[in-house]
T-cell receptor, first 114, second 113 residues
Framework: KNQVEQSPQSLIILEGKNCTLQCNYTVSPFSNLRWYKQDTGRGPVSLTIMTFSENTKSNGRYTATLDADTKQSSLHITASQLSDSASYICVVSAVNQAGTALIFGKGTTLSVSS | DAGITQSPRHKVTETGTPVTLRCHQTENHRYMYWYRQDPGHGLRLIHYSYGVKDTDKGEVSDGYSVSRSKTEDFLLTLESATSSQTSVYFC????????????FGPGTRLTVL
């Protein structure tokens, strides 16, 4: 069964600190992996996308990594800011002859405090 | 927000009544989606459309129907709302395929009493 598991479920850090969010997946056949940021009361916004051959992708202070062998991805946030407080959702795409499936993780809720 | 609006933004209704949510885009994207988001479940796909009058079911389609008569509009209908359909509903669009980046609307909070 295709699944995406994210950890931790929630996280609290001090402003200025770094943090890493994890995404483990059992999705086949793998097409790509995206990280979305969802601010409270708003729709998700795409941060990064990685295909099978990509190991690292950066978007400002956000850096995503992908290990296709172990089926793990991480999202590293550097020098956190209060505006980073949000839910971060990992989404894995699978494409085969039957069609396309997007498998969503349940998200990690990050709270950045001053 | 990439040219996507949802209406209404908030709605309270009673069990058994019909409800229609509207998604409107100005991006001329081919694909449109309806998701629901509930605590502990994350985002779940209800229905999606890959063109005018072309729709398909997602993982939680029971109790919902959709219609797309124009490229820019995608309607989600709850024929007879139930309390289990209390949720936040998000519309999303993508340009060419389901694996393309999806752009989400602001959401509609629906409460069924």
């Amino acid at each position: 069964k295709n699944q995406v598991e994210q950890s931790p479920q929630s996280l609290i850090i001090l402003e200025g600190k770094n943090c890493t969010l994890q995404c483990n997946y059992t999705v086949s056949p793998f097409s790509n992996l995206r990280w979305y940021k969802q601010d409270t009361g708003r729709g998700p916004v795409s941060l990064t996308i990685m295909t099978f051959s990509e190991n690292t992708k950066s978007n400002g202070r956000y850096t995503a990594t992908l290990d296709a062998d172990t089926k793990q991805s991480s999202l590293h946030i550097t020098a956190s800011q209060l505006s980073d407080s949000a839910s971060y959702i990992c989404v894995v795409s699978a494409v085969n002859q039957a069609g396309t499936a997007l498998i969503f993780g349940k998200g990690t809720t990050l709270s950045v405090s001053s | 927000d990439a040219g996507i609006t949802q209406s209404p933004r908030h709605k309270v209704t009673e069990t058994g009544t019909p409800v229609t949510l509207r998604c409107h885009q100005t991006e001329n994207h081919r694909y449109m989606y309806w998701y629901r988001q509930d605590p502990g479940h994350g985002l779940r796909l209800i229905h999606y459309s890959y063109g005018v009058k072309d729709t398909d079911k997602g993982e939680v389609s029971d109790g919902y129907s959709v219609s797309r008569s124009k490229t820019e509009d995608f309607l989600l209908t709850l024929e007879s709302a139930t309390s289990s359909q209390t949720s936040v509903y998000f519309c999303a669009i993508s340009e060419g395929s389901q694996t393309d980046t999806q752009y989400f609307g602001p959401g509609t909070r629906l409460t069924v009493l």
